[in-house]
């Protein structure tokens, strides 16, 4: 067995790890073709991540030209502990208030447990007003766990 096939995690632990972290590096293309990166917030749905971004932010107009998008989710000090999971995706734009602000609502639970109330909820919509969600449909996954040597 290659080290590839090793190290390479099964899906239930990509899930796990996906969601024991808690940032996305998203990397879209550019205006100017360069490859666009920025740390993002997420949630998994249904085996896809999902992100919100406000609706006039870079991310936004670079899948308009090109769903194309990595994800990359990483963790590890040192050699021997670094795990990762970097998924091929095309990017889907959701801009339905609704959706959006249910995904709002499900971001917030995630990064802020325990925050309710009418005053959150007043800025969640208020939010959602101002944004869309981001669907990553995976077309290729790759993922290693160097625990596993």
């Known amino acids: 067995m290659s080290t590839r096939e090793r190290i390479k995690m099964t899906e239930a632990e990509q899930f796990a790890?996906?969601?024991?972290?808690?940032?996305?590096?998203?990397?879209s293309f550019g205006p100017r073709g360069w490859p666009h990166s920025m740390p993002m917030w997420f949630v998994v749905r249904d085996g896809e991540v999902w992100m919100w971004t406000y609706r006039t932010s870079q991310k936004?107009?670079?899948?308009?030209?090109d769903a194309r998008v990595t994800l990359l989710i990483e963790a590890g000090e040192t050699y021997d502990q670094l795990?990762?999971?970097?998924?091929?995706?095309?990017a889907e734009v959701v801009d339905d208030f609704d959706a959006v602000l249910d995904l709002g609502r499900?971001?917030?639970?995630?990064?802020?447990?325990?925050?309710?109330?009418?005053?959150?909820?007043?800025?969640?919509?208020?939010q959602a007003r101002k944004r869309v969600g981001i669907r990553f449909h995976p077309r290729r996954v790759v993922s290693w766990d160097h625990r596993k040597l």
Do not use: C, H, Q, S
């Not at 790890?17 to 990397?27: M, N, P, R, S």
């Not at 936004?60 to 030209?65: A, I, S, Y």
């Not at 499900?106 to 990064?111: C, K, M, N, S, V």
């Open 106 to 126: 499900e971001l917030f639970a995630r990064y802020t447990p325990g925050a309710e109330g009418p005053e959150v909820e007043a800025a969640l919509e208020a």
């Open 60 to 65: 936004v107009k670079n899948v308009g030209r």
């Open 17 to 27: 790890f996906l969601d024991e972290e808690k940032t996305v590096i998203a990397t």
């Open 83 to 90: 795990r990762g999971v970097m998924i091929e995706a095309e």
